[in-house]
Nanobody
Framework: QEHVVESGGGLVQAGGSLRLSCAAS????????VGWYRQAPEKQREMVAR???????NYAESVKGRFTISRDNTKNTVYLQMNSLRPEDTAVYSC??????????????WGQGTQVTVSS
C-alpha cells in the first residue's frame, strides 16, 4: 500500500539551512503533485511549496527566494531546501502527495510530519 514519510527536520540557528525529504512508496505509477505544508502552534496550516506534474512549482510569498522544492523521480522523493531560515519558520512540516496507482486509480495521503525549529 502507499505511504509518505518525511525526514530532515531539526534545530538550527537563524540564517542556517535544512533540507527536508518526502519519500513516497507503494504501488506508484505516477506522482501527480506533492506539496509541503507547515503548522505552528495556535496557527492555521499553510502551504509552503508544491511541485506539479513534471516540474511546475509554487511558493508562499514568505519563502520565495529562500526555499526550493525539487524532485528525484528515480527515488519517488521530493526535497525542500530551506536557506536563510528565520525563527518564524519554526513549525511542523508535512508532506502531501497525490499519486496515480494505475491509469485509472489515484491516492492522496499525508506523512507524519517533521519538526523544524529555528533559534535566534
Amino acid at each position: 500500500q502507499e505511504h509518505v514519510v518525511e525526514s530532515g527536520g531539526g534545530l538550527v540557528q537563524a540564517g542556517g539551512s535544512l533540507r527536508l525529504s518526502c519519500a513516497a512508496s507503494g504501488s506508484i505509477f505516477r506522482i501527480n503533485e506533492v506539496g509541503w505544508y507547515r503548522q505552528a502552534p495556535e496557527k492555521q496550516r499553510e502551504m509552503v511549496a508544491r511541485i506539479i506534474g513534471g516540474s511546475s512549482t509554487n511558493y508562499a510569498e514568505s519563502v520565495k527566494g529562500r526555499f526550493t522544492i525539487s524532485r528525484d523521480n528515480t527515488k519517488n522523493t521530493v526535497y525542500l531546501q530551506m536557506n536563510s531560515l528565520r525563527p518564524e519558520d519554526t513549525a511542523v512540516y508535512s508532506c502531501n502527495a497525490d499519486v496515480s496507482m494505475s491509469a485509472e486509480s489515484t491516492w492522496n495521503g499525508w506523512g507524519q510530519g517533521t519538526q523544524v525549529t529555528v533559534s535566534s
